[in-house]
C-alpha cells in the first residue's frame, strides 16, 4: 500500500522560530510537492522537487525553503515561522514517466504559528 | 496565469446526484483531475480525464469535459453519507507531470438526509 507520512499532525510554534516540516514516501517516486491549504483558498504549491538534490519554487515560495537529501524525504523549512504561515501543509509525492501524474497525500500538518 | 474556479459549497439529499463543477483556464492541460479529502486526512485521487475525452464514468462517477468553455464537472450518482467530503478539481501546471497540479478552492459536498 502506497504511503506517504508526514512527521507531526499538529505542531505549535512561536513567531521566530525555525520549523521543520518531514515527508517520507515508501514508492520510490521521483517527484515530491510541498502545498499549504487555507479556507477559502485550496491548496497552493510551495515548492517541488523532481531529483534528489534538485529545487524548483512553486506559487508561493516565499518565507520558505526546502532539502531533498534523499529520493525518500522531501522537509519544508520555515526560517523563521510568522503568524501568516498558521496553515494546513500537505505533502505529496508522484512517479515520473506515467501518464496522468496520480500525486499521493499524506495527512497534513496543521501549524499554528503563535 | 493558470487559475481553476469552484463553487465553495454544494448541498443534496441523499440518494440524489451531485454536481461538481469547475472551470480552468489552462488550454495546454494534458489531464484534468478530482480529488477528494475527507474530514482530517490528506486529498486523494478520485479519478481524472484526459483532455481529448469528453466524458469518462467510473461506477457512480461521471467526469464531462467541454474544451471549448474549459468547463469541467463531475457528476456523483445516487449519492451517499459517505460522500461527504471536499472536492477539488486540479489541471497539471505548465502542462508538465512534474511540475505540480494547479488546484481549485474546493467545493464542500453537505449531504442532508
Known amino acids: 500500500d502506497v504511503k506517504v507520512t508526514q512527521s507531526s499532525r499538529y505542531l505549535v510554534k512561536r513567531t521566530g522560530e525555525k520549523v521543520f516540516l518531514e515527508c517520507v514516501q515508501d514508492?520510490?517516486?521521483?517527484?515530491m510537492f510541498w502545498y499549504r491549504q487555507d479556507p477559502g483558498l485550496g491548496l497552493r504549491l510551495i515548492y517541488f522537487?523532481?531529483?534528489?538534490?534538485?529545487?524548483e519554487k512553486g506559487d508561493i515560495p516565499e518565507g520558505y525553503s526546502v532539502s531533498r537529501e534523499k529520493k525518500e524525504r522531501f522537509s519544508l523549512i520555515l526560517e523563521s515561522a510568522s503568524t501568516n504561515q498558521t496553515s494546513m501543509y500537505l505533502c505529496?509525492?508522484?512517479?515520473?514517466?506515467?501518464?496522468?501524474?496520480?500525486?499521493?497525500f499524506g495527512p497534513g500538518t496543521r501549524l499554528t504559528v503563535l | 496565469g493558470e487559475d481553476v474556479e469552484q463553487s465553495l459549497f454544494l448541498s443534496v439529499r441523499e440518494g440524489d446526484s451531485s454536481v461538481i463543477n469547475c472551470t480552468y483556464t489552462d488550454s495546454s492541460s494534458t489531464y484534468l483531475y478530482w480529488y477528494k479529502q475527507e474530514p482530517g486526512a490528506g486529498l486523494q485521487l478520485l479519478t481524472y480525464?484526459?483532455?481529448?475525452?469528453d466524458m469518462k464514468q467510473d461506477q457512480r462517477l461521471t467526469v464531462l469535459l467541454n474544451k471549448k468553455d474549459k468547463h469541467l464537472s463531475l457528476r456523483i450518482a445516487d449519492t451517499q453519507t459517505g460522500d461527504s467530503a471536499i472536492y477539488f478539481c486540479?489541471?497539471?501546471?505548465?502542462?508538465?507531470?512534474?511540475?505540480?497540479?494547479?488546484f481549485g478552492k474546493g467545493t464542500h459536498l453537505i449531504i442532508q438526509p
Open positions: 486540479a489541471e497539471s501546471r505548465r502542462g508538465g507531470g512534474a511540475d505540480g497540479l494547479t
Open positions: 505529496a509525492s508522484s512517479l515520473s514517466g506515467t501518464s496522468y501524474n496520480e500525486q499521493f
Open positions: 480525464i484526459f483532455s481529448n475525452m
Open positions: 522537487s523532481y531529483d534528489v538534490k534538485m529545487k
Open positions: 514508492m520510490d517516486h521521483e517527484n
